[in-house]
């Protein structure tokens, strides 16, 4: 399998509606230089992915082909990872983090979105929403999955009929094959297994000074905890982080047995290297009841 490439892009005869949305803020702001030169400083790094993303114009035909792309892969099984930083690096660029909501962790609920944080978030979900039509997957793009090592894909049973007919968005929320990841001691309640097929990214011990980091951002866990009313109970405990790659099967389950006595939801500004929009982030505060 040859490894993709980015671009170049062609200028469309029309732009869609929520790239020419990004190009009406730009315009009215006044912001087209911060913007060429966020999409200079960008490529001036020397990164690969924007070798063919060299000026405001290729960054909207970028975005323009984005927001309808049949997500495909790489032999590495790091292409839809890639295209998607691509977007969000250019917006990471000290020209234009201004223009975005500042990013605190210890402010919620968090303050009205800005103009242009806002149409990120809009872009993502517009990007959603072809995702989930049939034409979101090809037989030509499950086959780049297929053949990706990393995403191991005779792991994953197809839906009755196979993929095609349903959507990328069905095909990455795949189930696992049964067996396929055996449980350890699933009557040995001492026994806490993964909650996800993650990559471990480390554990912190709970207390008032703990500090975390999610999404590159640092949180104290009396953030996390503080309006729960079991919050005390988590004292002296421990708590862990695991990272979901694209490739990775997206799906959690419980560690441990018991009974769920309560689960949080929490909507932050969240940030990583080269992401600023605003999630809904699951916070695994939940009790569980012996």
Same mark, same amino acid.
């Given at each position: 399998m040859a490894e993709q490439s980015l671009g170049p892009f062609p200028t469309p005869n029309d732009y869609q509606p929520i790239v020419k949305r990004l190009m009406n803020i730009i315009d009215g702001s006044n912001w087209k230089d911060n913007f060429e030169q #966020?999409?200079?400083d960008a490529q001036k790094t020397g990164v690969e992915d924007m070798r063919n993303i060299g000026s405001l114009t290729d960054y909207y035909n970028?975005? $323009?082909?984005?927001?309808l792309w049949v997500p495909k892969e790489d032999e590495t099984g790091t292409f839809v990872y890639n295209m998607l930083c691509t977007m969000y690096?250019?917006?990471?660029?000290?020209?234009? *983090?201004?223009f975005q909501s500042p990013i605190k962790p210890s402010s919620y609920p968090p303050p009205p979105l800005t103009?242009?944080?806002?149409? &990120?978030?809009?872009?993502?979900n517009a990007m959603g929403q072809f995702l989930n039509t049939p034409q979101s997957l =090809?037989?030509?793009?499950?086959?780049?999955f297929r053949t990706a090592e990393n995403y191991n894909f005779d792991d994953y049973p197809p839906p009755p009929g196979g993929w095609l007919g349903h959507s990328f968005n069905e095909f990455f #929320?795949?189930?696992?094959? !049964?067996?396929t990841r055996p449980i350890d001691g699933p009557s040995n309640p001492a026994i806490i297994v993964s909650a996800?097929? %993650? =990559?471990?990214?480390? %554990?912190?011990? &709970? $207390? =008032?000074?703990? &500090?975390?980091?999610?999404?590159?951002? !640092?949180? =104290? &866990?009396?953030e996390l905890l503080a309006? %729960? *009313?079991? #919050?005390?109970?988590? #004292?002296?405990?421990?708590?862990?982080?695991?990272?979901?790659?694209?490739?990775?099967?997206?799906r959690q389950h419980a560690p441990v047995d018991g009974k769920v006595l309560e689960a949080k939801s929490k909507v932050k500004i969240l940030a990583n290297e080269h992401k600023h929009y605003r999630v809904g982030e699951q916070i695994a505060i939940a009790h569980i009841a012996e």
């Open positions: #966020a999409v200079y970028f975005l $323009n082909y984005l927001v690096f250019v917006l990471d660029q000290k020209s234009v *983090k201004d103009a242009l944080s806002e149409w &990120i978030v809009d872009f993502a =090809t037989e030509e793009s499950l086959e780049t #929320a795949r189930k696992f094959l !049964p067996g996800a097929d %993650s =990559t471990f990214d480390g %554990s912190w011990d &709970i $207390n =008032t000074d703990s &500090i975390v980091h999610l999404k590159g951002l !640092p949180w =104290t &866990i009396g309006d %729960s *009313k079991y #919050a005390k109970d988590f #004292a002296g405990g421990k708590f862990m982080h695991a990272f979901l790659a694209p490739y990775d099967y997206h």
